[in-house]
């Protein structure tokens, strides 16, 4: 079967439709990959104990067999995967073919010495954690987070350059105060940078203490080690938070907290995507119109934003994923129980849909562009706006109730700019007052906006007592 035909029979969109926008992640989530970061838990576990004081079974490694212990899972390659699958159909029981596998290739490498010391008084637990830790450790550092940055980017850029860009606000999706659109970019680049920044605090747990996390094996084959700093010391080997106190089953406490974030980052990004569905469909954003894609089967003129709504709906399936993990990994009855083990498999999933969302929304944001002078005929065309500030100074002249006077006046109705300069004309104010209030327009009143669209860190504004 041909690659192009295997996509088009994958049971899933990833493996299929949307193969290519998420192969990055297939070095992480795959069988494959989990059989390789298996392979990679047992490998370190074996030369740690060949180092450690008072585990004398086990002969000190070289460094030339300990570069060729790691060479099997740095070089481990589809033939290995394949090997390990077939141990797999014998056993049925995926972690020990890695054990077996292990044996072989040892064996093969002149170490017999050290056969037995692979998967020493661990369970098939201390090895799964582990490889489902370090996989969405490094999937979160080396694909997530520069998609993510990428999107930041963006949104840097569209901050900085529209800046100082007057746009009609909507609030309950009517003409409020208006705001610059490089402030509303701003808005959402200070979101998610907020929400990465928690993402990438979170360290990954992980735990090595045995079937029923007593290292009850541990002890009763050498009661001389003190295998709670073992524990430790191993685990922070692999760049992991170890954890001691546990059921057999790590409790998945900080792989839910993990998913937490990615959702979200989810919901952000999502008010993003149909904030820009709704800027293009005011034609405030223009589509870069793509000359062999066809919008609609029988519209010849659309272009629809169909990015921004692929990445909703990605969003969407994601975010699901995701509160069912941060739900059900948790929970686990009494010392140990399977249910989480089918769960665990499907992650790749909801990063792929994570991934995908990131990279349609990137290219949403990419392909679009202000229309400045849309937006500043739709905001001329809403002087009305200005009854917020017309009233607001005349509160602080000591005008009696100048709310009610102007909601009696504009509320509920089309304003022009005449009428309104008529309107202030009339007031019973200082030709001081007056001239500020007819020197107002809705072009520049945009209070702080250029500066709040230019802030970056919101720390060194001070405070101000």
Known sequence: MTNDMARLAALGPLDGRYRPDVAALAGFFSEAA????????????????????????VPPLTTSQQAALRALYRQFGDDDALAIAEWDRRVNH????????????????????????????????????????????EARELVMLPALEAILERLRQLADEEAATPMLARTHGQPATPTTFGKEMNVFFMRLR????????????GKLNGASGVFA????????????????AFVRSLELEPILLTTQIEPHDT?????????????????????????????????????????????????????????EGNLAVAGT??????????????????????????????????????QRLLRGLTKVAVDRSRLRRDLEA??????????????REGFAQPYELLKDFTRGRALTAEELARFIASLPVSDAVRAELQALSPVAYIGLAVKLAQLRDEATVGNWL
Request: proline residues 2%.
């Open 34 to 57: 989990l059989f390789r970061y298996r392979v990679r838990v047992e490998v370190e576990y074996l030369i740690f104990l060949s180092r450690a004081r008072g585990i004398s079974f």
């Open 94 to 137: 995926d972690v020990k073919a890695v054990e077996y596998w292990l044996r072989e290739r040892l064996t093969a490498l002149g170490l017999t010495s050290h056969l037995e010391a692979i998967h020493f008084a661990i369970t098939s637990e201390d090895v799964n954690n582990l490889a489902y830790a370090l996989m969405v450790k």
């Open 194 to 205: 907020r929400a990465i920044a928690d993402l990438m605090a979170i360290r990954i747990t």
């Open 217 to 232: 094996a541990h002890y009763a084959a050498l009661p001389q080690v003190d295998w709670l700093k073992f524990s430790r």
């Open 255 to 311: 792989l839910a907290a993990l998913c937490d974030a990615f959702k979200r980052i989810g919901a952000i990004l999502t008010d993003l995507s149909q904030d820009c569905w709704r800027y293009i469909s005011d034609g405030y954003l223009v589509q870069a119109a793509d000359a062999g894609e066809v919008g609609s089967s029988t519209m010849p003129h659309k272009v629809n934003p169909i990015d921004f709504e692929n990445a």
């Open 321 to 358: 994923l995701l509160e069912l993990f941060s739900r059900k990994l948790p929970v686990s009855r009494l010392q140990r129980d399977l249910s989480d083990s089918t769960v665990l498999r499907n992650l790749g999933l909801a990063f792929g849909y994570c991934l995908l969302a990131y």
């Open 382 to 395: 809403h002087p009305e706006v200005l009854a917020e500030a017309i009233q607001t100074i005349l509160r």
